[in-house]
């Protein structure tokens, strides 16, 4: 069939919205003293986890090989590559950096957005921070404002449900943190925003149910391209007049609604109502693992996998979408519901190591996945996005019923993590890579950045040979 092309010609360029030219002030003219106090506390939660994230990702045999290939020779005055000992060109070193926090479906997110601000920005800011002699203070003002801009556009736009939302709107953010750190004007900021809008991936959700790990280099590309960014705004390239409008609501995505992109802004922050996880795998998994929790917890903490005849998991239709029971390598693994609750049941907790090779070909948790039945439950996706619900029952060899649900996951906003929690997890992830005693020197560098003139003293650390490769 011929399609006629209707021709539409661009005689003038538009004018610049008024809601872009509101945020262009605000993100121009934020200085720290704007955040309100939770906001300073979450985003220096969001920095040391995303770190620790950063960390542990980095101790992969695909990301170890991605630094010795891309980063084979160590540049004193470059950037912290974390968790690998070395340093490189700053654009670079974010690449890395986003690349491994993902890695390990750790990094925390935002469920309004419904995306991973974080990791598209840490990355991004810690690697230009040294070079443009930013104090601690600037780091957490960027770090936070880029998390706005980020999250702002994901609540503003649909995705297409073919997308994956990693590598897209958090290009943005990303580039708007790295504006701020310049001290660039309203003015930039508009370019900046336009020329970014138009440089995110044309990421796909098939990736990751496919267990295709280059989807760990999606966030990794919106670190790099953010810094960029910043260099072609300086040369003199420039985007249209509304990027983001045309990128988020005729291309990737769908019902754009600008005026979300100013709503109770300096009010309501974004980075103040995210989730952290502690599960190690898809955050669609955690209902159904919380529940899943609760029932072993009945009996005693242990159920032993010869026990168990079936279970079966009703769920709202993302977690069900996961409904594999036979995963490939890693990544798969944890994009699958029957693997990640056999696994953990028999691990008692889905940690890092539950998910990986040793754990995904064990023949005990294959079994028991082979037993794992996942299917929608349409109630329980009518009740999103307010709540993620999960219904898992345990049918025991000696005919026994376990039940138990979860309305949504632990760590959200509706049923947070305590501080301590968040914390611990800092340590479970940090302390195999450097030991104690340097992890504890890094949450308190985190901790201490908004009485730190210079970023110099936490770089240091982060730079630093793992103990595992000494």
């Not at 300073?40 to 992969?60: F, K, W």
């Not at 966030?219 to 990027?243: H, K, P």
């Not at 979408?321 to 028999?346: D, R, W, Y």
Request: proline share 5%; hydrophobic share 45%; charged share 20%.
């Amino acid at each position: 069939m011929t399609v006629h092309l209707q021709a539409e010609p661009v005689m003038q360029r538009p004018a610049t919205p008024a809601w872009l030219e509101q945020l262009a002030a605000f993100c121009a003219d934020l200085r720290f003293e704007a955040l309100p106090e939770p906001v300073v506390a979450r985003t220096l939660q969001v920095i040391g986890d995303s770190i620790a994230a950063i960390a542990a990702g980095a101790q992969e045999p695909e990301t170890i090989a991605l630094v010795q290939r891309m980063a084979a020779t160590d540049d004193a005055n470059g950037a912290a590559v974390i968790g690998s000992g070395r340093r490189t060109a700053p654009p670079l070193a974010a690449f890395l950096n986003g690349t491994a926090g993902t890695m390990l479906e750790l990094d925390e997110g935002n469920q309004f957005c419904r995306g991973h601000p974080g990791i598209h920005v840490v990355p991004a800011v810690l690697a230009a921070a040294r070079g443009l002699k930013a104090s601690g203070r600037d780091l957490v003002t960027a770090v936070a404002l880029g998390y706005e801009i980020g999250a702002r556009i994901g609540i503003a736009s649909k995705l297409r449900i073919t997308m994956h939302p990693h590598g897209t709107w958090g290009t943005v953010g990303a580039a708007v943190a790295i504006a701020w750190l310049n001290r660039r004007d309203a003015a930039t900021m508009i370019e900046t925003i336009n020329v970014a809008s138009s440089l995110g991936l044309s990421t796909s959700r098939r990736t990751m149910l496919e267990g295709g790990t280059v989807r760990n280099s999606f966030a990794g590309f919106s670190n790099q391209i953010g810094l960029m960014v910043g260099d072609l705004v300086a040369a003199g390239f420039t985007g249209e007049a509304d990027g983001l409008g045309t990128v988020y609501g005729t291309v990737i995505a769908d019902d754009w609604r600008p005026e979300e992109m100013v709503a109770d802004l300096g009010v309501r922050w974004e980075i103040a109502r995210n989730y952290f996880k502690r599960h190690a795998c898809c955050r669609y998994n955690h209902g159904s693992l919380d529940a899943l929790a609760r029932i072993v917890a009945g009996e005693g903490g242990k159920i032993a996998p010869d026990a168990i005849a079936r279970i079966d998991v009703a769920t709202y239709v993302w977690a069900a979408q996961l409904a594999g029971q036979e995963p490939h390598n890693m990544l798969a693994a944890k994009f699958s519901l029957p693997f990640s609750i056999a696994t953990t049941i028999v691990h008692g907790a889905a940690t890092v190591p539950a998910f990986r090779e040793p754990a995904r070909t064990d023949e005990t948790i294959r079994d028991l996945a082979r037993r794992v039945f996942v299917r929608e439950d349409p109630e329980a996706t009518a009740k999103l996005p307010g709540l993620r619900p999960a219904l898992v029952t345990i049918t025991l060899t000696d005919g026994r019923v376990l039940e138990a649900q979860a309305l949504t996951n632990r760590g959200d906003t509706e049923d947070p993590y305590t501080p301590a929690e968040v914390r611990q997890k800092f340590f479970d992830l940090t302390e195999p890579v450097w030991g104690q005693s340097h992890a504890e020197a890094i949450i308190a560098a985190v901790d201490g950045l908004i009485d730190s003139d210079r970023i110099d003293p936490l770089d240091t650390l982060l730079a630093a040979q793992p103990a595992t490769r000494t």
